[in-house]
T-cell receptor
Framework: DSGVTQTPKHLITATGQRVTLRCSPR?????VYWYQQSLDQGLQFLIQ???????AKGNILERFSAQQFPDLHSELNLSSLELGDSALYFC????????????FGPGTRLLVL | AQSVTQLGSHVSVSEGALVLLRCNYS??????LFWYVQYPNQGLQLLLK??????LVKGINGFEAEFKKSETSFHLTKPSAHMSDAAEYFC???????????FGAGTRLAVHP
């Protein structure tokens, strides 16, 4: 158990819908990262927040957004969902913001029908 | 751009045999290097990491990896495979000056009796 929690574990929705994925980092960690794992793209970095502020951005679509709240939990919002958004979404956390070891949650499996 | 190449998407070994999973990275500046393992329906677990210093890094579950700057490689080895080692293994780099992890495509390890 990494100490990173993600909810929900599974999510099934329809195209065009909006969903919110939630992540709680390990106790004391200030950074939260979001990754997408799909069969065709592999594991890709989406975005990082550090202590409430966006710190780095990767291959995140404009339809996707994230935020980190004062209690340090983070939410990833996915809107106007397409079939191709079906994937495993991982949250990771680290103590600091620079080349730190990242600890991964169990993931949220999203299926868009 | 930084990239990670894992040679062999599938590797099969006998129980008790040597495990060798290959990873090469492209970077003009040595990055931080990581190996993660993903068991079925689980998140990623850190096996080991290289930052600076000793080039032979020991990790959990008997795994180790050697950083070779001249070959831009960070291959993962284990002297004797166990059935419980069957999983997918990911090599990742954290480029200098960045916070994200760049992952290789992964190598699925099968261990047969």
């Amino acid at each position: 158990d990494s100490g990173v929690t993600q909810t929900p574990k599974h999510l099934i929705t329809a195209t065009g819908q909006r969903v919110t994925l939630r992540c709680s980092p390990r106790s004391g960690d200030l950074s939260v990262y979001w990754y997408q794992q799909s069969l065709d793209q592999g594991l890709q970095f989406l975005i990082q927040y550090y202590n409430g502020e966006e710190r780095a951005k990767g291959n995140i679509l404009e339809r996707f957004s994230a935020q980190q709240f004062p209690d340090l939990h983070s939410e990833l919002n996915l809107s106007s969902l397409e079939l191709g958004d079906s994937a495993l979404y991982f949250c990771a956390s680290s103590a600091g913001s620079y080349q730190e070891t990242q600890y991964f949650g169990p993931g949220t499996r999203l299926l868009v029908l | 751009a930084q990239s990670v190449t894992q040679l062999g998407s599938h590797v099969s070994v006998s129980e008790g045999a040597l495990v060798l999973l290959r990873c090469n990275y492209s970077s003009s500046v040595p990055p931080y290097l990581f190996w993660y393992v993903q068991y079925p329906n689980q998140g990623l677990q850190l096996l080991l990491k290289y930052t600076t210093g000793a080039t032979l890094v020991k990790g959990i579950n008997g795994f180790e990896a050697e950083f070779k700057k001249s070959e831009t490689s960070f291959h993962l080895t284990k002297p004797s495979a166990h059935m419980s080692d069957a999983a997918e293994y990911f090599c990742a780099v954290s480029p200098s000056g960045y916070n994200k992890l760049i992952f290789g495509a992964g190598t699925r390890l099968a261990v047969h009796p």
